[in-house]
C-alpha cells in the first residue's frame, strides 16, 4: 500500500477567485488519511486566511516584493522542507515559479488550467510576457488539469499532448447556497441593498474587469425597462468590484438606470448574496467555466449565459439555463424578458440545473479525480 500523498499547492492568492475557490473546496475534501496538503501563496491576503480558517497549513511569501526573484528561493525552502510528490500550481506567476523552483526535484509536477492564458491580460505587454512565461516552461509540468473541454482544446491545440491533459470540473458544496433560513436573509439583503422586498432582481457576481463583458449586461438590462414600460420593480445587483467599476458607474449614469442598478462591491458571503436574487445573468467574453454559474444553479437561481469557452458544457440552452451571443445586448435582453415573463420555464431550467449540479459538480468526484491523478503520476 502507498504512503499518504505529500502535496503542495503554488497559486499567488492576491484575489479570491475561482480558482482560489476551487484549491479551498478541492483540500477541504481531500482525506487526513489520503492526503497531507498545504499551500504556498505569494500574498497575505483573503485567500489565505480562509485557508487558515479551514485548518490548511499556508505559507505566505508576501515579504517579497512583487518582481522579487527571492520569491523563487522562498520557494524551493518551501518544496524541500515538505518533500512532497506532487507540486500543484495555479496561475502564470506559481507555474513559472513552481517549475523553476522543481527542476532536479524527484516530485511530479501539476498544473491546473483555470482560464484561457489570451483573454487574461488587458495590457499587450503583460500577454506578452505571461505568454513567454507559461510557453517556455510549460514542458517541466507533467500533467495539466483543465476546468472544461474548451480549455482542454485550448491546451492541445496549443501543442501539449492529449494524454499529458485531464478534464475534471470544479466540484462544490451545495450546502451553503441551499439555506434553510433564505426568506430572512434574502429580506436582510435587501433591505441593505435598498431594494424593495418583492422586486425581481437580475444579478451578476464575479470581477469586474473587461473580460467579464458587463457593459453588454448593462445596456440589455437598459433595454429590458425600456420595453418593459419602465418596469419600475425591476432591479440588477452587481456583485463584485473591479478596475472597470467607475466606467461602469458612469455607464449606469448615462443610460439613465442609476436607480435600478445596485454596485453591492465585493463580498465573502456569495452563497448568502445569491438568496436576494430572481435571476443570474452572466454576460463574460470568456470563461474558461465560469464557476459563477454553477454557484447560480447551486442557489436554484434560473440562468442566462453567453456562450463562450466552456459554459456551454454545463449550460444547456433550453434545458438548464438560456445561451446567447457574447457581445450581444439585444439578444441578451430578450431572454431576459423572456425569462422573467415564464416561470414555468424558470422552474424547469432551475430543477434540471439543480439535479445536473448535484450529479456532475460535486466535491467528492472532483477530489476523487485529483487524487487517482497524483496517484499515477507521483514518482515515489
Not at 495590457?123 to 507559461?134: H, K, R
Not at 449614469?253 to 453591492?264: D, K, N, S, T
Not at 456569495?270 to 444553479?297: F, S
Request: glycine letters at 6%; a neutral charge.
Amino acid at each position: 500500500m502507498k504512503s499518504k500523498l505529500r502535496v503542495l499547492h503554488v497559486i499567488g492568492g492576491g484575489e479570491f477567485g475561482g480558482a482560489e475557490q476551487h484549491i479551498l473546496n478541492l483540500l477541504t475534501s481531500f482525506s487526513e488519511k489520503q492526503v497531507d496538503a498545504a499551500v504556498v501563496c505569494f500574498y497575505d491576503a483573503l485567500f489565505a486566511r480562509k485557508l487558515r480558517e479551514a485548518g490548511i497549513k499556508v505559507t505566505t511569501l508576501h515579504t517579497y516584493g512583487r518582481f522579487d526573484f527571492r520569491i523563487l528561493q522562498g520557494l524551493k525552502q518551501e518544496i524541500i522542507a515538505m518533500n512532497p510528490d506532487i507540486v500543484h500550481t495555479h496561475g502564470v506567476k506559481a507555474n513559472f515559479m513552481g517549475r523553476l523552483a522543481t527542476r532536479a526535484m524527484d516530485c511530479a509536477t501539476f498544473t491546473t488550467v483555470h482560464s484561457n492564458l489570451k483573454y487574461d491580460y488587458v495590457s499587450p505587454l503583460a500577454s506578452f510576457v505571461a505568454t513567454l512565461m507559461e510557453k517556455q516552461t510549460r514542458r517541466w509540468t507533467d500533467h495539466f488539469i483543465t476546468v472544461s473541454q474548451a480549455l482542454q482544446t485550448v491546451l492541445i491545440e496549443d501543442g501539449i499532448p492529449k494524454e499529458k491533459t485531464s478534464v475534471i470540473f470544479n466540484g462544490m458544496d451545495v450546502t451553503p447556497f441551499r439555506s434553510e433560513h433564505k426568506a430572512k436573509v434574502r429580506a436582510m439583503l435587501r433591505e441593505e441593498w435598498q431594494l424593495p422586498q418583492d422586486a425581481f432582481v437580475f444579478g451578476n457576481v464575479g470581477r469586474i474587469v473587461q473580460i467579464k463583458g458587463l457593459p453588454y449586461l448593462l445596456q440589455a438590462f437598459a433595454q429590458v425597462l425600456a420595453n418593459t414600460q419602465n418596469h419600475t420593480n425591476l432591479y440588477l445587483a452587481i456583485i463584485g468590484d473591479g478596475v472597470e467599476r467607475p466606467a461602469l458607474e458612469d455607464q449606469v449614469r448615462q443610460l439613465g438606470i442609476a436607480e435600478q442598478v445596485r454596485f453591492v462591491g465585493f463580498r465573502t458571503d456569495v452563497p448568502r448574496c445569491l438568496q436576494a436574487l430572481d435571476m443570474y445573468v452572466h454576460a463574460a467574453l470568456y470563461e474558461g467555466l465560469g464557476y459563477t454559474i454553477v454557484e447560480g444553479m447551486a442557489a436554484s437561481l434560473p440562468v442566462i449565459a453567453t456562450d463562450v469557452g466552456g459554459v456551454s458544457e454545463f449550460v444547456i440552452s433550453e434545458e438548464t439555463g438560456l445561451l446567447v451571443p457574447a457581445a450581444a445586448a439585444d439578444q441578451l435582453a430578450e431572454a431576459m424578458i423572456r425569462l422573467w415573463q415564464d416561470k414555468s420555464l424558470q422552474r424547469r431550467l432551475v430543477d434540471t440545473a439543480t439535479e445536473m449540479i448535484d450529479r456532475e459538480f460535486t466535491i467528492g468526484q472532483m477530489a476523487e479525480q485529483t487524487i487517482d491523478l497524483y496517484q499515477q503520476k507521483r514518482k515515489s
